[in-house]
């Protein structure tokens, strides 16, 4: 199917971080020649000096460019929205309900892709600050249909803005009540994909083992440990990808603390810099 095309000044953006990623490009042939030329022909010890530099530049290049190309690949994501439609596939609103010990009965929601044929269901997880209806979410969803599977975008408690409450990384439950919705009880087999925390969701909820039919997990860029993601995560490096995942959370965040009154008031999570306050 024919994609709307972007927005004049989303366009303009897209192509500045092509344009910057190709500038790293050539940046790194460049010294890398320059440092071949230096040390050709020295013999055997400056052969080894001079792989030990060029290894050491493209080390440097990593911890300098690596990880913002990373973080703006996520923020970029979310300008783009996914147009594709399946004329094999049935989509619509999905809904089920989870019982807290805390915060009672809550309402989970996402989107359902129905292929009618199918016996396998892929279960995508968002991380931090998404939903069912991220653009990764939706783009990843689409690749399973063309698969010929079916696709649930499961958006985790709190996540699609109903205030209903707050999702955490070790929080498996809501994937195991979406799994025993009636509405997906036909799938003989059933496969969890998640980015990022989404990923560590699914790892751990393979592990608590929440449905007999699961048969395979995908974690994309997710974090292992969240204690050593988390001073990661808190490093001055990551200020302005901190600074835009934390305005999401807080938007989420305000709309449950309205609701669930056992929350910590909005107006002091919304002082934490760093996800240590707001743990």
């Known amino acids: 199917m024919e994609r709307k095309p972007l927005p004049g000044g989303l366009r303009l953006g897209a192509a500045i971080f092509r344009m910057a990623i190709f500038l790293c490009d050539v940046s790194t042939q460049i010294a890398s020649t320059d440092l071949k030329r230096r040390f050709w022909g020295r013999g055997s010890n400056s052969m080894k000096r001079k792989e030990s530099a060029i290894s050491d530049f493209h080390r440097c290049k990593w ?5 913002a190309f990373g973080h703006l690949w996520t923020i970029l994501a979310s300008i783009r929205r996914t147009g594709h439609q399946s004329c094999f596939c049935v989509t619509q609103n999905f809904s089920t309900t989870v019982e807290d010990p805390v915060a009672g009965q809550v309402q989970l929601s996402g989107l359902y892709l129905d292929c009618r044929q199918s016996d396998d269901l892929v279960v995508l997880i968002h991380g931090l600050g998404g939903s069912a209806m ?3 979410i939706q783009e990843a969803a689409y690749a399973a249909v063309l698969s010929g599977r079916s696709a649930l975008c499961l958006s985790m408690r709190g996540a699609d803005g109903s205030g209903e409450d707050i999702f955490h990384g070790g929080l498996t439950e809501d994937i195991r009540a979406a799994l025993s919705a009636p509405v997906l009880a036909r799938y003989r087999r059933v496969q969890l994909f998640g980015f990022s925390v989404g990923g560590h969701l699914a790892l751990k909820a393979a592990l ?10 995908a974690a994309i860029c997710s974090p292992l440990d969240l204690d050593q993601a988390t001073v990661a995560f808190d490093h001055p490096s990551a200020y ?3 600074r835009y995942i934390f305005a999401a959370l807080n938007r989420l965040y305000d709309r449950a603390a309205a609701r669930r009154r056992f929350l910590t008031p909005a107006r002091i999570v919304r002082k934490a810099r760093y996800c240590r306050e707001r743990d």
């Open 63 to 67: 911890r300098l460019c690596g990880p």
């Open 134 to 136: 991220s653009a990764y």
């Open 208 to 217: 608590d083992g929440v449905d007999p039919r699961l048969t395979a997990v």
């Open 240 to 242: 302005f990808y901190r």
